[in-house]
């Protein structure tokens, strides 16, 4: 059995912006843990999380890695996330694994992108939140003005754990000291506002205060606990983990204060599909059989597809038989690993609220359930809500040796990143990549390149445009052919007419007196059916309209199918002509969230992208989000664009929204475009 308890487990996912210290700061916990005895470098590509080839070329974290020490009798189980908003979805996939979220933010710069994003999304969640200020020896650092920046942030329950001394050379702890020296504010000062804010949760313990007008540290660490985990209060620690200063302090703190998953709250589960789901409560109970969630999967040459899974209830073992989701057959797990950077340790067995991992299962993939119950079906996470990938580039292999691998390594790709996504457009022939970004899909296809050794051209994907008509009007074919034996023959009246936008295609035979025999009409609405798919304008799909037949002609002899396919075929083309053809371009809503002196830079910019701002609304660390929806076709570099206006500050998100017509110029220059293909292909 393990050598520690469920209430021993401490949980934590290292988050926050890129820059911020984190791999450093996790290289400098486990050293003063003893995990490691020399202390790794980022830039040197030394570090226990930073492992993969492409993290030390590009001396950043590409992607969350697991890592766990023991310390003062407790065994801690850190996640280190990548802080690049292109990589968000790796590190919001481990939320659902931890009970704490420790948010690093960069004394330099303070509140930014990521870490805004983190502390909502570890609200969300419902998960514990305490914030580290990392390199608080650095030069022109204002750590009060940054203490003040995170309270207006994120509110007043954000207060110092502890506080700098000696020019941020050393920490005090404010939480068990009543007073003492620091670099800014007092000692006496937070440890007051820290009880206080801690004892209104308990009215036993405030009637205490008011009394005695203080309460030892020990008695409080339920309470402590308690507000963490009720999100009442959030923390702030002082560290600069390059020279270790409050790195011990940090160690601490996690193994005393913050909660276990006995006392955090757990991840919501519910049982059941659709509407008839219900919430379900598991209990970290050893006892009772196994429940673990698969919030991560990763794939590489040596050890295959590996699941890190965290156990919610039961015990696995090495000689578990599990079930993934709703599976009849349960696979036996075999090796069961723990997880210290790159290297994989063998253990006998895992409890509840530990986090592990199983390798060489083909069916696990992210989010599922594992169970070691038959009757334990449907019984899944609340998803997480990831960004959606809207960044697109579509690919075609260098070398045709490659068209038959790209498929496998792709989806091998997409299997380990939520937000990367690969789509094959078949309107407009091509394999498109979609991700959170230019450095995202970069990064991807240097995966590509070096796990799998596919090379692909890239470049921006085509707008999947329609084609509609804004007019009736009437068409009319006769097809003849006569080529010596048996001919061909068929003639075809038909009418067309607008249909409202999103209503699709409807076909009606309004043909009577046998004008057109019956089983001839099949074949026409073939014919019109190859004209929708193929397009009649600039060679997209047609969609809102309606086709009547309603006359036509046929030949006893040379009439077959084929005639009236193609009399459908010209007559539909014949009618469209006339009735005022259109394209149509994709709308997209989209929510631009900048800092509130960049609203004007982004209102105008969507202006001259053709976009129509809907509103505003204020958001927290003086941001402002900007609603409105833009033409796709418009928006494709917007990623670029933003990034440079707010130095990075900035984020958007946009989804689908609707069809409208392309203005009459810009069609011009579609149609103009497509002609010359069109004439090729003829």
């Known amino acids: 059995m393990a050598k520690?308890?469920?209430?021993?487990?401490?949980?934590?996912?290292?988050?926050?912006?890129?820059?911020a210290g984190k791999t450093t700061l996790v290289e400098a916990v486990l050293h003063a843990a003893g995990?490691?005895?020399?202390?790794?470098?980022?830039?040197?590509?030394?570090?226990?999380?930073?492992?993969?080839p492409l993290e030390k070329e590009q001396q950043r974290s590409l992607a969350s890695s697991l890592m766990n020490f023991d310390y003062e009798g407790k065994h801690v189980n850190v996640i280190d996330t990548p802080g690049y908003a292109d990589f968000a979805g790796d590190a919001l996939s481990v939320l659902p694994a931890v009970e704490t979220a420790l948010v690093v933010v960069n004394a330099q710069t303070g509140i930014e992108m990521m870490t805004q994003r983190m502390m909502d999304r570890g609200a969300e969640r419902k998960?514990?939140?305490?914030?580290?200020?990392?390199?608080?020896?650095?030069?022109?650092?204002?750590?009060?003005?940054?203490?003040?920046?995170?309270r207006e942030g994120f509110g007043k329950i954000c207060l110092p754990y502890n506080l700098p001394v000696n020019k941020g050379t050393a920490v005090v702890d404010c939480f068990v000291h009543t007073d003492g020296a620091a670099d800014f504010s007092s000692v006496s000062e937070a440890h007051s506002a820290l009880i206080e804010q801690i004892v209104e949760l308990d009215e036993d313990l405030m009637n205490l205060y008011l009394e005695q007008g203080d309460i030892d540290a020990a008695r409080l660490q339920g309470a402590f606990k308690k507000a963490l985990s009720e999100g009442h209060l959030v923390p702030i620690l002082f560290t600069s983990a390059k020279h270790g200063v409050g790195v011990k302090e940090l160690a601490e703190f996690i193994t005393t204060l913050l909660p276990s998953p006995i006392e955090g709250t757990s991840q919501p589960f519910r049982r059941g599909e659709g509407d008839a789901a219900v919430d379900t409560m598991l209990s970290p109970d050893a006892s009772k059989h196994a429940v673990a969630h698969v919030f991560r999967v990763s794939i590489d040459a040596f050890v295959g597809k590996m699941g890190m899974f965290r156990i919610h209830q039961g015990t696995i073992t090495r000689d578990s038989h599990l079930y993934i989701n709703d599976a009849r057959k349960p696979f036996k797990v075999g090796h069961l690993f723990k997880v210290q950077g790159k290297d994989h340790i063998d253990i006998a067995d895992a409890i509840p609220g530990d986090i592990c991992a199983v390798a060489k299962i083909d069916e696990i993939t992210r989010d599922v359930v594992l169970h070691d119950s038959p009757d334990d079906t449907h019984l899944h996470v609340v998803p997480m809500n990831f960004p959606v990938p809207m960044y697109g580039l579509a690919v075609q292999t260098k070398s045709r040796n490659d068209e038959a691998k790209i498929s496998g390594a792709l989806q091998k790709l997409a299997a380990e990143d939520p937000c990367f996504h690969v789509e094959r457009n078949s309107e407009t022939a091509e394999t498109v990549l979609r991700g959170l970004g230019e450095l995202h899909l970069r990064i991807m296809l240097a995966r590509l390149k070096t796990r799998y050794n596919v090379e692909v051209d890239s470049r921006p994907p085509k707008i999947a445009y329609r084609e509609t008509v804004a007019g009736s009007a009437e068409g009319h074919y006769r097809h003849r052919k006569q080529t010596g034996g048996a001919g061909q023959f068929g003639e075809v009246?038909?009418?067309?007419?607008?249909?409202?936008?999103?209503?699709?295609?409807?076909?009606?035979?309004?043909?009577?007196?046998?004008?057109?025999?019956?089983?001839?009409?099949?074949?026409?609405?073939?014919?019109?059916?190859?004209?929708l798919a193929a397009g009649a304008v600039a060679g997209y799909p047609m969609q809102d309209v309606a086709v009547e037949v309603y006359d036509g002609k046929y030949h006893a002899v040379d009439s077959k199918e084929i005639a009236f396919v193609t009399a459908g075929k010209r007559a539909f083309a014949d009618a469209i002509a006339k009735a005022r053809p259109q394209l149509l371009e994709p709308i997209v809503n989209i929510e631009v969230v900048v800092p509130h002196d960049h609203m004007g830079d982004i209102a105008g910019n969507l202006s001259s992208r053709r976009g129509r701002i809907s509103g505003t609304e204020q958001r927290s660390g003086g941001n402002v989000a900007v609603h409105g929806i833009a033409p796709l076709a418009e928006v494709l570099d917007y990623q670029s664009f933003l990034k440079s206006v707010t130095a990075g500050r900035g984020t958007f998100s946009m989804e689908f929204s609707h069809y409208e017509a392309v203005p009459p110029n810009i069609q011009a220059q579609i149609v103009a475009a497509y002609k010359p293909r069109a004439e090729e292909e003829d």
């Open 4 to 19: 520690y308890t469920t209430g021993d487990l401490r949980n934590v996912a290292v988050v926050g912006h890129a820059g």
């Open 35 to 52: 995990v490691i005895k020399t202390l790794g470098a980022v830039d040197k590509g030394t570090t226990v999380s930073d492992f993969d």
């Open 127 to 150: 998960l514990s939140r305490a914030i580290v200020v990392n390199r608080i020896d650095a030069e022109e650092v204002d750590v009060p003005a940054i203490v003040e920046q995170l």
């Open 493 to 531: 009246y038909l009418r067309i007419k607008p249909l409202a936008r999103g209503a699709g295609f409807e076909f009606e035979n309004g043909t009577f007196g046998g004008s057109i025999p019956a089983q001839y009409i099949p074949a026409v609405e073939k014919g019109v059916r190859q004209v």
